[in-house]
């Protein structure tokens, strides 16, 4: 993610002023790419930034997030926000005296965007129930990588899920109640999970996840139903009949990302924003708070899987 930040940095023209790394081979080889300047820890690079982003392992962004509003720095943070409602209050509450945004990039999807609109419009009525997919492969690395420890990333749910709960809340409301099931294979890493949220407002939510899918196969989709009306979507687009052959070794990015489709990418939107947001003081489209929402229904979803009933977020 520090390389999807970096090139959108470089597309809206902000001065990348240097990065920093636990590992500094890494660092040398990505400032290289990004012509700009490793600094051997990340105080030193605090000295010389306005804006820190913060595209570490979860468990990280809290201490990060605290130095650098310590420091008088705005910080742009990487979704989930942290691992637990307190670390994520405990960071809102330290960045009172800056400007703090936490990446939910979904939000910034061209198709998710217009979805949004056209409930917002009131063109389906009344929200009645929403069906989101994010599925994807398990990431291509060691299972000993911090992706496969819960107390590092927070797991598929926390890492991979959570941008489902934001857009449903942004769609929907809160969320009164949550239940979850899980289904995973005897062999590997592979999971899948759905989750049930009942609305405040009377909706309901299915949400569906998982590392499942064959290497380099990444599938998400939206169908969403109100009193008027229904809005559909999957990156699919297939033809009658669709064929799935998975990419020869090597070829697989470590870890999928979603694609939009369109020339304007996602996560240059998103930076723009929140840069753009800074400079005039303008509210952010995406509150911390929110992150921190999308992370207490993640975690709900958990305790649902573990106690194997419906629990209140």
């Not at 999970?193 to 899918?213: D, F, K, P």
């Amino acid at each position: 993610m520090g390389e999807v930040h970096a090139a959108a940095w470089q597309a809206i023209g902000a001065e990348l002023a240097g990065c920093s790394s636990s590992n500094p081979a890494q660092a040398e080889a990505f400032a290289k790419r990004y012509q700009t300047r490793p600094f051997i820890s990340y105080p030193e690079l605090l000295n010389r930034v306005d804006i820190v982003d913060v595209c570490t392992p979860t468990a990280f962004h809290k201490p990060m997030v605290l130095a650098a509003a310590k420091a008088g720095k705005h910080v742009i943070c990487e979704k989930p926000i942290a691992l637990s409602v307190e670390d994520a209050q405990a960071m809102i509450d330290a960045c009172r005296g800056v400007r703090f945004f936490v990446g939910m990039v979904l939000r910034f999807f061209p198709q998710y965007r217009s979805a949004k609109e056209l409930v917002t419009a009131g063109r389906i009525g009344k929200p009645a129930v929403l069906r989101l997919k994010r599925v994807s492969y398990v990431p291509q690395k060691t299972p000993e990588d911090w992706y496969f420890k819960d107390d590092v990333s927070g797991g598929m749910v926390i890492d991979l899920m959570i941008h489902d709960f934001d857009y449903v809340r942004w769609l929907a409301g809160d969320v009164e109640r949550v239940y979850a099931l899980k289904t995973s294979p005897a062999a590997g890493l592979r999971q899948y999970v759905q989750a049930i949220l009942r609305m405040r407002n009377g909706a309901i939510a299915l949400i569906e996840g998982g590392w499942a899918n064959p290497p380099g196969v990444f599938r998400t989709a939206l169908d969403l139903s109100g009193t008027d009306g229904l809005i559909e979507w999957s990156s699919d687009q297939p033809s009658p009949l669709l064929t799935l052959v998975p990419p020869k070794p090597g070829e697989t990015a470590a870890v999928g990302l979603p694609i939009s489709g369109l020339t304007d990418n996602p996560y240059t939107a998103e930076l723009r924003h929140a840069y753009e947001c800074i400079q005039s003081g303008a509210p952010f489209e995406i509150s911390a708070e929110d992150a921190l929402e999308a992370l207490r229904i993640g975690i709900a979803v958990k305790k649902s899987l573990e106690k194997g009933r419906p629990v209140l977020p």
